[in-house]
Each structure stands twice: as structure tokens, then as C-alpha cells.
């Protein structure tokens, strides 16, 4: 209360923040996200305005901090709906006759998410935040902090932090976003997703005022589980894939390295909570992070050991080996392994006699479902315990090329990070 008169003098200065990009950093959803921050800003106006202040005089000096991810049209209706949804919400604790478009106007600081950005291929993060950059302007955001590329795993270089600069300069100056105010509007798409997700923040708020507001909410640990349960979700849909990150479990980079030693901190959720603490707090992790572990270790072992070799085993029908193969290089790729593709062989004892002479760790048999059932067991045979053999596929004959003695088969839905931990794990990778 102290704090809100001494900057009485001053009506544009907010001195009040809701940070509302811990929950997206934590790897809440956008509803949750806007509709958690919406109950701590009722909680600020409900303790306030319980002190004697005015909400007409406590509303214009809140200023709301959101993370912006990288689901570009969604991000970009959640400022929308949080302006809306703010600006009913204070009008609610006014006389009619104190509504203003200064009271009820809410102030937005966005930041880049460091939630999707990543270690293994860092400079597709400058395209996420040029995205993410982007849909916070053309929301409407007040201001923004776009971080350095590179800020997720070290100090921020000189060169990291200009080019972070310049993607600001770039969408004022000649993208030239800030001529319009709300260049959304009258999008059919983005009025529909505006409309959704304030109502189904709304719901999740008017959730929390049952329980008690934001402070209540948070001691009994309903933000926290929702926020943990979504974040696993997310997490279980990169590590299958369902949700991409590019550079980590789709189209790594097949040459990248990481030789300089990097603290395990960046691949362990952070923690903040203090010893003694009345209540839990957010648990702060990146998406990528375990798949990450996973290939840095592989870069660890291989400085000492050599790097797995993963062979390609073409065969049969064209189309079918060659997108498999394709497949099949992505897939271990996303561990560090060494892949190396093959244009086909005429028969499986041609490629294995072949690839054998290389000393692979793994040999990944590649063609179409129907063929898999005669070279399946020829190629079990014809290995001999020499190197761990893979299917590319799920085919309907998986039983019985199981019951030969395959136990290893790739697909679309293969857990990513289970699968090559599991084989990690067989390689004597830590």
C-alpha cells in the first residue's frame, strides 16, 4: 500500500507485476497461463482495495509479464483475450461511473519463452523468437524482451546479443508492426481463437476464486499439479514426437558436436523452492532438455570411445526403404549416433557383407511391411550377434520376426526418448 502512494505522483509507472511467465517457462498451457495470472491480478485488486485503496487507483499500476512461446496464432489471441478478459475483471470492482479506458487497460511486458529453446542447433532459436517476437507486437504487447539465442546454455555473446536487438529493430522498422493497433482484428481465425481461449481461461480462473483466490490456490498445490501435469503432457509429446523441436527430435543436425563441457544444470529441472518453505513452487525446465542429456552424452562417450555407427540396410520396394531410411537417420540422429544411409542393396547378404566391414553398433533393416516377413529372419541370421539389429516399421509380421529373435523396432509411434535411452543404455552410454 506504502509502495502504490509514494508512486501516486507518478500515474504512469506500474509498480505492481504479475508474473505470469513463470507458468509458461514451468511448460503451462496458454489457458492456464492467462488464467492463473488473471487470479493473481484479482488477488492484488481483492488484498488492496481490502487495505482502503481505490481499484481505480491500484488497476493502472499493475503491469502483467507474459512468456510468448512458439504456437504463433495462439500466443498471439492470448494477449488479445488477456486485454479483454482484464478489462471486464476490473470493471467489476468499479461504480459505473469510474470506468475508463485508463483504468481498465492493461499493461503488457512479454519475454521469449525459454521453455522450447534449445542447446543442439541454437541458432534455429533466433527463428523463435523472431516468430514468438512477432506474435507478441501483433498482439499488442506494451513491451518485450527478446532474449539472445544463446542465452539458454552460456553468457550471451556480443554478436548473440545484437542479433536479439536487431529482430526488434527488424518488425518496427521494417516490418513496420507498429503502424496498426490491432492489426488482428476482424480475423476470423484469430477472433475465434481469442474467443476460446478467454473462455476457457475464464473458466479456469472463476476455478481458482472457488478455491479460495490465487494465494489459497497455490498453498493447497492446484496451481502447481496443473500446472506439473500439463508440463508432462507436453513433455511425453516431444518425446513422441507429437510436438516438434527442431534441431532435437526432428532433423538434428547429423554433424554437430558438443565438445566444451557444459554444466548439468541445463539439463535438470530448476527448483527454486527454499529449505523450509510454506508451499512448493513452479518447477522451471526446458522441452528439450532430456533428449538433449540424452545426445551429450553420446558426445562424452564418443570423445573417449568413438561414436555409434547406425547403418542404413536398404532393400526391396524403392519408395518405401528410402523413406524409411530417411526415417531411421533422423531418428538415431537425435542421440548423436553416427548414421550413414545406403542407396539400397540387391540382397540382404550384398549389405550385410557390406556394412559389416564398417563395425557398425546397430544395422537398420529398411523396406516395405510385406517384405519384411522374408528378409526379417534372413537378416537376423545373416548378423549374428555382429551389431544389434533394428526393423524400420511396424508390420503386420512383427510377432513372428519377434519370435526369430528381433527385438527392436522403430516407428512413428516409438517413444523417442525411451527407445534411444534403452539403447544408450546398450551401448554402455551413460
Avoid at 226 to 252: C, H, T, W, Y
Avoid at 312 to 325: D, E, S, T, V
Avoid at 368 to 389: C, N, T, V
Wanted: net charge negative; charged share 20%; aromatic share 10%.
Amino acid at each position: 500500500k506504502e509502495l502504490l502512494l509514494s508512486g501516486s505522483a507518478y500515474p504512469h509507472l506500474t509498480l505492481l507485476s504479475v508474473n505470469a511467465i513463470h507458468f509458461c517457462n514451468a511448460g503451462s498451457s496458454i489457458v492456464q497461463e492467462l488464467g492463473f495470472a488473471l487470479a493473481m491480478g484479482a488477488e492484488y485488486l481483492n488484498r488492496l482495495t481490502d487495505l482502503g485503496l481505490d481499484a481505480a487507483f491500484v488497476a493502472p499500476k499493475m503491469r502483467f509479464n507474459f512468456g510468448i512461446g512458439g504456437n504463433y496464432f495462439m500466443e498471439l489471441a492470448k494477449l488479445r483475450a488477456a486485454r479483454m478478459l482484464w478489462a471486464n475483471l476490473v470493471k467489476a470492482y468499479l461504480p459505473a461511473g469510474e470506468v475508463s479506458d485508463e483504468v481498465t487497460r492493461l499493461y503488457i511486458h512479454c519475454e521469449t519463452s525459454t521453455w522450447n529453446k534449445t542447446i543442439y542447433d541454437s541458432y534455429v532459436n533466433m527463428l523463435r523468437t523472431q516468430t514468438e517476437a512477432m506474435s507478441a507486437v501483433l498482439g499488442g504487447a506494451d513491451s518485450l524482451t527478446v532474449l539472445p539465442f544463446d542465452s539458454t546454455f552460456e553468457t550471451p555473446t556480443a554478436f548473440a546479443e545484437r542479433i536479439a536487438r536487431n529482430q526488434q529493430s527488424l518488425l518496427k522498422e521494417e516490418v513496420h508492426l507498429d503502424k496498426v493497433a490491432d492489426p488482428a482484428a476482424g480475423s476470423y481465425y484469430i477472433e475465434s481463437l481469442t474467443a476460446s481461449i478467454a473462455a476457457e481461461a475464464w473458466k479456469l480462473f472463476l476455478n481458482v476464486q472457488e478455491k479460495g483466490g490465487f494465494l489459497a490456490a497455490f498453498r493447497a498445490g492446484f496451481v502447481q499439479s496443473q500446472v506439473s501435469d500439463m508440463a508432462a503432457k507436453r513433455s511425453n509429446a516431444i518425446a513422441s514426437r507429437r510436438e516438434n523441436v527442431l534441431g532435437v527430435n526432428q532433423f538434428p543436425n547429423f554433424h554437430e558436436v558438443i565438445e566444451s563441457d557444459l554444466s548439468e544444470a541445463l539439463f535438470q529441472t530448476m527448483d527454486d523452492t527454499a529449505e523450509g518453505a510454506e508451499v512448493e513452487t513452479l518447477k522451471r525446465f526446458r522441452g528439450a532438455q532430456a533428449l538433449e542429456s540424452l545426445r551429450y552424452a553420446t558426445d562424452r562417450f564418443a570423445a573417449v570411445n568413438g561414436r555409434p555407427k547406425v547403418m542404413m540396410l536398404p532393400i526391396g520396394n524403392l519408395a518405401m526403404r528410402k523413406a524409411r531410411a530417411q526415417f531411421s537417420c533422423n531418428f538415431f540422429a537425435a542421440a548423436g549416433y553416427e548414421v550413414i544411409d545406403h542407396n539400397g542393396f540387391e540382397t540382404v547378404e550384398e549389405g550385410l557383407e557390406r556394412l559389416l566391414a564398417d563395425k557398425p553398433s546397430l544395422i537398420v533393416l529398411c523396406s516395405s511391411d510385406e517384405e519384411y516377413a522374408q528378409f526379417g529372419p534372413e537378416f537376423f541370421r545373416g548378423l549374428a550377434g555382429k551389431a544389434i539389429p533394428v526393423i524400420a516399421g511396424a508390420p503386420a509380421c512383427m510377432d513372428d520376426l519377434k519370435a526369430a529373435g528381433i527385438e527392436h523396432f522403430i516407428h512413428v509411434r516409438t517413444n523417442l526418448l525411451q527407445t534411444l535411452a534403452a539403447f544408450n543404455k546398450l551401448l554402455g552410454i551413460a
